[in-house]
């Protein structure tokens, strides 16, 4: 928000914080073993469930207000 303020570009908001949601989203995905087969999840799921659900969250409590914020930039402007 700061540099739209400072560039007064106010694209620059909504694809700054798109792109900051996308990745933590795709990060999200990758940690939370959605990309790999049943097999490769079921032998992984007992080991370190809590960890991988751990980071998942916190990742996605960064992700989240990013793309809400750039899904309500895009359709105010």
Request: glycine share 10%; net charge positive; aromatic share 10%.
């Amino acid at each position: 928000m700061i540099v739209a303020l400072i560039t007064g570009d106010w694209s620059l908001l909504y694809k700054i914080t798109g792109i900051v949601g996308a990745v933590c989203l795709g990060i999200a995905g990758l940690l939370s073993g959605s990309f790999v087969s049943g097999d490769q999840f079921a032998r992984n799921y007992n080991s370190d469930r809590f960890n991988r659900i751990s980071n998942v969250s916190k990742i996605l409590m960064i992700g989240a207000p990013n793309i809400i914020t750039a899904i309500t930039v895009l359709y105010l402007r």
